[in-house]
Every structure is written in C-alpha cells, then in structure tokens.
C-alpha cells in the first residue's frame, strides 16, 4: 500500500533501507540467542567474563595492547579525553564535518574544540587547515576516520609530533579499516571505537571502546569507568582516588558483539564489493564518489556521494522505495550548540558544501548485487532526466 506524504504524494514503501540489520541477525540468532542465554543463566550483567573476553579479542584484532569497553563511542571519546589529562582552557582540534560527539566530548571536558575544514577532494578532515588553527593552548587533535575511510594519518602524525599534541582518533564509522598495514584506531595515542546499532560492528544498543598501547591511559580509563572506584586496581572500595563515570560495556552487548565480531572482516569486505559495484556503474555519472585508497581499505560504513541536486536525487530515490540519509546536513561549526565559538557562515568552506552535497545510500553487507544495480539504475535516471546535469566538480580517485 502506498502511504501519502505531507504534500499529499504517493510514497510507494522502502524497499531498499539505507541499513537493515534483520538478515545479519536471522543469521547469527541461534548463536547470539545462545550466548544471551548463557548470560542470563550466568546472571552476570555487569563486568563479567564476556567484557573481559571481548576486550582480548578486540585488543587482538586491532593489534593493540590494550582494549577496554566503556558505554558508547561518545564515552570513548570523553574518557579518552579525560585520561590524556585534557581540561578547561585547552585546545582540541576537530573536523567541522562529523557527527557532534566528537566535538561535545571536548566541551564536556570544559575545553574549546577548535573546527578545522574538510580536504579540498575528499571528506575528512584538512591536516593543513589543522596546523593553521593551531593556538599556544592546542593540546590534542582528533581525526575522524569518516564513512570508514583512514583520515591522512601520516600528515596527522606528524603535525601532531611538531606540536607536541595527543591524537585520539574517532574510529567510530571504521572499525576494520586500515591505514597501511595498521588497523585505524592503533595510530594514535587512543582509538575510540562505537558499537551503535548503524555500525560496521554493530551492537543491539549502545557500546563502546578505547584501544591503546599507552598503559597510563589504559589504566585510567579502567578506573574512570567504574566511578573512578579504587577496588579496579585492588584497593578499598568505595574509596575515590578521582572524579569517575558510569561507563561499563555491559555483558549482554559484549557477548552479542563477540558473535559478531569474527565476520567483520568478511562484512567489510562485502560493503567493498558493493562500493566496488557502485563505483563501476556511476564512475561515468559524474556523481563524486568516494574517494578508494590502495588495496580499497576503505570499509564503507556509509557509501556517500556528492550532488548539486542532493536534495531533488534524495526524493527522486524516496519515490523508487530506496532510503538515504544525510550525514551531515549542517556542519558543526554553524550548529547552535556551537554558536559560542563566533563562528559565521563561510568559514569552513569545504565543510559547507559537504553539507549541501553529501548523501549516503545503502551499502549494508546483506544487500543483493540485483538491489544495488537497482540503486544505482535509479541514480542514472534521475541524473538522465536532468536536461543538463548541474554536477558540480566530482571527486574520483582511482586505484
Ligand atoms: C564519528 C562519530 N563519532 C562518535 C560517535 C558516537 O558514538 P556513540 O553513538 O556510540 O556514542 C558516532 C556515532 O554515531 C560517530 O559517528
């Protein structure tokens, strides 16, 4: 049945959702519903084996010391920023164009993030506008690893190095990614992971979890977690030796992602064939598509490419049943929550048109290669029907 939209238009039903979860976990029920019910039948819920467990296993994957789980990405960040001893009246660094935990981590910590403008090709943040906004305050810089593509650590690294700032990399969109041979998330001095259910590693809730090979921060994220509680390294409890947090990854999640986390890498890899699927059919479209490093170590959790009629194509793909979204449609620096900061349109110029440009369509690893040519076939019509394409400048970076 079609459903009528507020404009009194027949909107036929999503046939293709920009994410669906439901067949990953028809696959994986009788494991995941096994290792819930072990939970339950343990009735530990809270710091129990499955934590533990999963903390070594990350560690493992990401080729780290240390990992450990804390409530959400968002926490990550903020615990992460905490350890590395950031505080009011510092300076941290951070694109302009991500989702707002990145930079309402740094607030929280009563510090100023400092916006920095998107590379002139590509979506993640600029390391040359970064090193311009640098201020005798700037203590830390956080790189957002954005759609699951590696932000250009090694010109991050080394600016970092020059100013002597922390690096905390926000790998919340790009768990598996690499930049290199390096897992994303083991460069910096931290990698803040999330297990939000929109996810490469997708969790049923919300969870989260620092990896690093820094022993001091590991050790004070374990004990910022946990209400700072002297008992996570054998003293009294209920003493506090600092101001904490409730943020624990709790059992139930953990051993969900533990089902999950062995078919990451086959996932990321399916999202590649699909970019890949994508790339061949739109390479001539004159869409900006999404930039494909060497070797496609990219992990697409979101495909996202650039239009001047982002919004008309939007609609055009609601009409043909196919769902979008957009990430992000106002760049931070412009958002009220940031207004404090002086900032005024024109600023962050390529952060901007990002905004206008950018549209995310499906790419989660369960879809058929039929219902991304179906995708693709309802782009080429919409750009076909266009009397003369007002693309703008596109972004194609091949191998
Ligand atoms: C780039 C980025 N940073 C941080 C977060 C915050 O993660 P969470 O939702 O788990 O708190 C997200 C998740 O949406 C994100 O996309």
């Given at each position: 049945?079609?459903?009528?939209n507020?404009?009194?238009c027949?909107?036929?039903p999503?046939?293709?959702?920009l994410?669906?979860l439901r067949k990953?976990h028809r696959?994986?029920?009788?494991k995941i519903?096994?290792?819930l019910?072990?939970?339950?039948?343990?009735?530990?819920?809270?710091m129990?084996p499955?934590?533990?467990?999963?903390?070594?296993?990350?560690?493992?994957?990401?080729?780290?010391?240390?990992?450990?789980?804390?409530?959400?990405g968002?926490?990550?960040?903020?615990?992460?920023?905490?350890?590395v001893?950031?505080?009011?009246?510092?300076?941290?660094?951070v694109?302009?164009?991500t989702?707002?935990?990145?930079a309402?981590?740094?607030c929280?910590?009563g510090a100023?993030?400092v916006?920095?403008d998107?590379?002139?090709?590509?979506?993640n943040?600029?390391?040359?506008?970064?090193e311009?906004?640098?201020t005798p305050?700037t203590?830390?810089i956080i790189?957002v690893?954005?759609?699951?593509?590696?932000?250009?650590?090694?010109?991050i690294?080394a600016?970092a190095?020059?100013?002597?700032?922390?690096?905390i990399?926000?790998?919340?969109?790009?768990v598996?990614?690499?930049f290199?041979?390096?897992?994303l998330g083991?460069?910096?001095?931290?990698?803040c992971f999330?297990f939000?259910?929109?996810?490469n590693?997708?969790?049923c809730?919300?969870?989260?979890?620092?990896?690093t090979?820094?022993?001091?921060i590991?050790?004070?994220v374990?004990?910022l977690?946990q209400?700072?509680?002297?008992s996570v390294?054998?003293g009294?409890?209920?003493?506090?030796?600092?101001v904490?947090?409730n943020?624990?990854?709790?059992?139930?999640?953990a051993?969900?992602l533990?089902?999950?986390l062995?078919?990451?890498?086959?996932?990321n890899?399916?999202r590649?064939?699909?970019?890949n699927q994508?790339?061949?059919?739109?390479?001539e479209?004159?869409?900006?598509?999404?930039?494909?490093?060497?070797?496609?170590?990219?992990?697409?959790c979101l495909?996202?490419?650039?239009?001047s009629?982002r919004?008309?194509?939007?609609q055009?793909l609601?009409?043909r049943?196919?769902g979008?979204?957009?990430?992000?449609?106002?760049?931070?620096?412009?958002?009220?929550?940031?207004?404090h900061?002086g900032?005024?349109?024109?600023d962050?110029?390529?952060?901007e048109r990002?905004s206008?440009?950018?549209?995310s369509i499906?790419?989660?690893?369960e879809?058929?290669?039929?219902?991304?040519?179906?995708?693709?076939?309802?782009i080429?019509e919409?750009l076909?029907?266009?009397v003369?394409?007002e693309?703008?400048?596109t972004?194609?970076?091949?191998?």
């Amino acid at each position: 049945m079609k459903r009528k939209n507020a404009g009194g238009c027949c909107l036929p039903p999503i046939e293709i959702p920009l994410i669906d979860l439901r067949k990953q976990h028809r696959a994986l029920q009788p494991k995941i519903y096994a290792a819930l019910r072990h939970v339950f039948d343990s009735s530990v819920f809270v710091m129990g084996p499955n934590v533990r467990s999963f903390e070594e296993e990350m560690a493992r994957f990401c080729r780290v010391k240390h990992a450990v789980g804390v409530a959400s990405g968002t926490d990550a960040l903020l615990l992460s920023l905490a350890a590395v001893g950031i505080k009011p009246g510092d300076d941290v660094l951070v694109p302009s164009f991500t989702y707002t935990a990145t930079a309402a981590a740094v607030c929280h910590m009563g510090a100023r993030p400092v916006f920095v403008d998107s590379l002139p090709d590509g979506f993640n943040l600029d390391p040359a506008d970064a090193e311009r906004r640098i201020t005798p305050n700037t203590r830390a810089i956080i790189p957002v690893h954005l759609y699951g593509e590696a932000a250009p650590m090694d010109d991050i690294l080394a600016l970092a190095d020059r100013h002597n700032l922390r690096v905390i990399e926000d790998v919340a969109q790009a768990v598996g990614a690499r930049f290199g041979d390096e897992l994303l998330g083991s460069l910096g001095d931290v990698g803040c992971f999330s297990f939000y259910p929109t996810k490469n590693l997708a969790g049923c809730g919300d969870g989260g979890m620092i990896v690093t090979d820094d022993d001091e921060i590991a050790d004070k994220v374990r004990l910022l977690r946990q209400q700072a509680d002297a008992s996570v390294f054998g003293g009294e409890k209920y003493t506090h030796p600092a101001v904490g947090y409730n943020s624990r990854l709790d059992e139930l999640q953990a051993a969900v992602l533990r089902v999950k986390l062995p078919h990451l890498e086959s996932w990321n890899r399916l999202r590649q064939l699909h970019a890949n699927q994508y790339r061949r059919r739109l390479r001539e479209s004159g869409l900006g598509l999404p930039a494909r490093g060497k070797d496609d170590r990219h992990v697409y959790c979101l495909y996202t490419v650039r239009c001047s009629e982002r919004d008309a194509l939007r609609q055009h793909l609601r009409g043909r049943g196919i769902g979008t979204e957009i990430y992000y449609p106002l760049p931070l620096h412009l958002q009220q929550a940031y207004q404090h900061l002086g900032h005024r349109e024109g600023d962050l110029p390529v952060a901007e048109r990002l905004s206008r440009e950018s549209l995310s369509i499906p790419v989660y690893p369960e879809l058929t290669a039929d219902q991304v040519d179906r995708v693709a076939d309802a782009i080429l019509e919409f750009l076909g029907s266009r009397v003369k394409p007002e693309v703008e400048e596109t972004v194609t970076h091949e191998l």
